[in-house]
């Protein structure tokens, strides 16, 4: 397919649909926890609305994905909502079937403050009877302990992030100590006939003041507040044996038993249980209804058949006024509670009750976890945490269809205000009306692509759990292509364009987080958490055969630091080649070093170890302070001094930190590599001298993709997870003048493009266009070249010809500026790279051929209905 350009040039287009890439179904969703609020009487504090918390996503290949808010400090409104910045790579084979987060020190943190990453611990199981921590910093398990009770079928922290409780298949609970970041077991329940299967704590009790002791005022310190205020007094669990179980929490004995529906004769599940403050206990089951308890008497208060099949997941909103529930319907259902008459007429001896309000299918297939932010905090209703009305919640739902939605659900008694919609897909923000929007998936670790390129050999190569696939684009006869004509590497076509050449599986202990291929096809390297393999890639006639270099990571070994405390590893979470793939440069997954490998004489020999990802800071040894005439504040690093004058150096009295290299790039010319961590850092080396050459000011947001410009090899182009663009010109170590009006003025439109920018490729022309792309969307920007309206021209002139009454000068000169010119007709997209000058390669995998690998959807006829 030809596609015209702004400079009236055409690229000829691959569309590739052969890629076999198949994303892992969601099976667990959690946000942090909030802390429990004060329990000595303190006004609570002004109303202002929460930071986004991390929202960490389960998948069923034992990943775990840790997305961030791409809003700023004192932004609530983000379009691109959370995006994936680290993933938890888990062992292969494994699973994650539930997850949960806890606070690291609870006692540290103030009310309503919602904990970051390096204060919050993340357990998981798997289906097996091992619980899983994980290490959020190197991204990978950090301890295991068995449960002593058979396979964990649930977990749940109780509210003070102090202890937490499994439900295990022998039917007990078992209670493990998460004092002083340990974890250990404390104690066990009684046994029952079941499996456990769905476990919640009921509302902490606020400890009773000693005679004596007088209330707090006004004027106590905050801090006085303890954890110990607050006591745990009963759990209630979901079993296998049509009932919900009620345990007292400090004989560890079953209080009372609540028996659900069955069908004749067959056990009911129980998948789901929640607790509100009120100390109403929720259930699901697997006859698809759900179930709301009175926890005093134990006793069913509602039922309502929610869900045509199992009701798998629960969650609570903020409010606690609403539940939402789904399962293999694909239905989330809400339940509102609403206030009635006269209480003395009804049954409930209440003012209020459950109503089944609204259902939404925003799914094809099962969905398997529920997760709300900001979080419900079971306390009781004298304590309830006190939430801004004029922001909306956030609902988040996965499921086998693979991809995250999230629903703006806002109840409709909050609408008497301006309620804003956080991911801004509608100005309705109310559950029932509101626009949802899905999150795309993408093929690599921390929103990278698992597919890269050899333009010379024309080799296209794609990233697995465990195996790489190699597939040849061909060459076509006719080149001349025109206006209409299609380059269709969709396998249904027939016409072929490509061929498989080479499936290589391999042997891991943890899914591969790495891969490449050098540009003339000769060398591949994949690696996992543990180990990176390399491998020479012969052609005999039409087949290519993998020959590994079994000594590669024994040279690796030599050359990074030994330590007591850390086992051995010589994975990699990012590589790059060389243009003319004489070196190799990679960033090991769990310490941060960046090693430059010569790959020239035959036998890879290791040039240098740099380890500026592993600094806390840097200190900049005679080098000019930013300019005050800057325009990009804080982003002004020119320097003087030759290069010999100038170093940087680790304070030498603080500990090193671990990083994870998520992205590299390496210029045209072969003399700089780019490399990006998870903590926004970016640093640039020069691979001439192996030298370090600088390190650019540290970004708000995570760098989404970062590429070296072929028509000038030391500018060095940066797209955010927010959409945001940066140019910086190595060679004289600052952001060009030239370019700061671009990055200063984007069109709103590309900044709040739902999908954020994934990757940024250069045609290897003179003209200075970069393509940038995200998973729906290709947009092309010329950064010599203004703004201009581009692809977002009609609309506005016909706004600003209403406005002003007038036809602007470009219009009458006819030469509008066309850059920013965005495609929208490619999606969703895993890739997109020049081949050679002038034809693309875009690499696509639309989800209907993906839910055809899947079982079929649940589906129940009615009668008179087709």
């Known amino acids: 397919m030809a596609v015209s350009t702004a400079d009236s040039t055409a690229l000829s287009v691959h569309r590739c649909r052969f890629v076999d890439y198949t994303p892992s179904a969601i099976t667990a969703l959690a946000f942090p926890p909030l802390p429990l609020p004060s329990v000595k009487g303190k006004k609570p504090a002004p109303r202002k609305a929460l930071r986004f918390g991390t929202l960490a996503v389960g998948r069923a290949n034992g990943n775990i994905e840790l997305c961030e808010w791409t809003g700023t400090e004192n932004q609530l409104e983000a379009p691109q909502a959370w995006v994936v910045r680290k993933t938890l790579t888990g062992p292969y084979p494994s699973k994650v079937d539930t997850l949960a987060f806890a606070m690291r020190y609870p006692d540290l943190l103030g009310r309503d403050e919602v904990p970051t990453l390096e204060e919050l611990r993340l357990f998981s199981a798997g289906g097996g009877s091992e619980l899983v921590e994980w290490d959020l910093e190197k991204g990978c398990v950090k301890r295991t302990i068995p449960s002593h009770g058979g396979s964990i079928w649930c977990l749940a922290p109780n509210p003070a992030s102090t202890l937490l409780a499994l439900g295990c298949e022998d039917g007990s609970v078992r209670i493990l100590s998460l004092a002083d970041d340990s974890i250990m077991h404390h104690r066990h329940f009684d046994r029952v006939k079941s499996r456990l299967l769905s476990i919640a704590w009921g509302p902490p009790v606020p400890r009773q003041m000693t005679a004596g002791e007088k209330p707090s005022s006004e004027s106590s310190d905050e801090d006085d507040d303890s954890l110990d205020d607050w006591s745990d007094s009963w759990i209630v669990t979901g079993g296998s044996d049509s009932s919900l179980r009620k345990w007292d929490f400090a004989s560890g004995r079953v209080v009372d038993r609540m028996g659900t529906d069955k069908i004749r004769g067959e056990r009911t599940l129980v998948w789901a249980v929640a607790v509100l ?33 199992d009701a798998l997941c629960l969650t609570i909103g903020p409010e606690g006024t609403t539940v939402y529930s789904s399962g293999v319907d694909q239905k989330i259902t809400q339940f509102s509670l609403v206030k009635t008459g006269n209480p003395e007429k009804s049954i409930l001896r209440s003012n209020s009750r459950w109503v089944q309000s609204t259902s939404r299918r925003m799914h094809s297939h099962d969905v398997r976890a529920l997760a709300m932010w900001p979080p419900y905090t079971t306390v009781p209703p004298s304590h309830k945490r006190i939430l801004p009305i004029d922001v909306a919640p956030i609902l988040a739902s996965g499921g086998l269809d693979m991809s995250v939605v999230l629903t703006p659900a806002a109840v409709p008694t909050s609408t008497i205000a301006k309620v804003m919609n956080p991911v801004a897909t509608s100005t ?77 599986d391999l042997s891991v202990r943890s899914n591969l987080t790495a891969s490449a291929i050098s540009e003339d096809g000769r060398w591949v390297v994949a690696s996992d958490l543990f180990e990176t393999k390399l491998f020479a890639l012969e052609q005999e006639q039409d087949i290519l055969r993998p020959k590994r270099v079994r000594e590669f990571p024994s040279i690796l070994e030599t050359h990074l630091p030994q330590s007591r405390n850390e086992e051995s590893s010589t994975g990699a979470s990012a590589f790059a080649f060389t243009p003319d793939s004489s070196k190799l440069v ?38 000019r302070a930013p300019s005050p005439t800057s325009d990009v504040e804080g982003e002004d690093v020119k320097m003087n001094g030759s ?40 640093h640039i080396f020069n691979l001439d001298s192996v030298q370090h050459h600088c390190i650019l000011p540290t970004f708000p947001q995570p760098v989404h993709a970062l590429a070296f410009s072929p028509s000038d090899p030391s500018i060095l182009v940066l797209a955010l997870a927010n959409n945001t663009l940066h140019i910086y010109d190595a060679e004289s170590r600052q952001f060009p003048d030239w370019a700061r009006p671009l990055c200063a003025s984007l069109p709103t439109r590309f900044t709040r493009l739902h999908d954020p920018v994934l990757g940024v490729t250069f045609d290897k022309s003179p003209s200075a266009a970069a393509l940038f792309w995200g998973s729906t969307w290709i ?62 390669v875009i690499v696509e995998r639309p989800l209907v051929d993906v839910l055809t690998k899947l079982p079929p959807a649940y589906f129940k006829p009615k009668y008179g209905q087709t």
């Open 586 to 623: 990679m960033a090991t997954a769990m310490s941060g070093h960046i090693l430059v490998i010569d790959l020239s004489s035959g036998s890879p020999r290791v040039l240098r170890r740099f380890d500026h990802h592993r600094m806390r800071r840097a200190l900049v040894v005679e080098r």
């Open 779 to 840: 947009c092309k920007v010329k950064l010599d070249a203004p703004v201009g309206w581009g692809g977002f021209s009609k609309k506005r002139r016909r706004e600003s010809r209403k406005q002003t009454g007038k036809v602007s000068t470009e219009e009458q000169r006819g030469d509008q500026q066309t850059n920013f010119k965005l495609v929208t007709h490619y999606r969703p997209i895993l890739f997109v790279d020049f081949l050679a000058p002038g034809e693309l």
């Open 643 to 682: 290069q010999e004058e100038e170093e940087e150096r680790p304070v030498a009295d603080e500990s090193p930190v671990i990083a994870t290299v998520t992205r590299m790039a390496v210029s045209v010319d072969g003399q700089w590599v780019a490399s990006t961590d998870d903590r926004c850092r970016t």
């Open 277 to 309: 403050g009120d100390s109403t206990i929720v259930s699901g089951d697997s006859l698809g209804m759900v179930k709301f308890w009175e926890s005093r008497t134990c006793t069913q208060l509602q039922s309502f058949q929610g869900h045509g099949a």
């Open 428 to 504: 309705v923000a109310t559950f029932e009306d509101s626009y949802h929007r899905r999150l795309a998936y993408t093929p690599g670790p921390a929103n990278t692509s698992g597919l890269c390129l050899a333009r010379r050999a024309g080799l296209l190569m794609c990233m697995h759990d465990d195996t790489l696939s190699l597939w040849r684009i061909l060459k076509k006869h006719d080149t001349a292509l025109g206006d209409d004509e299609n380059v269709d590497m969709d396998p249904n076509a027939g016409s072929g364009g490509w061929s498989k050449v080479l499936e290589m």
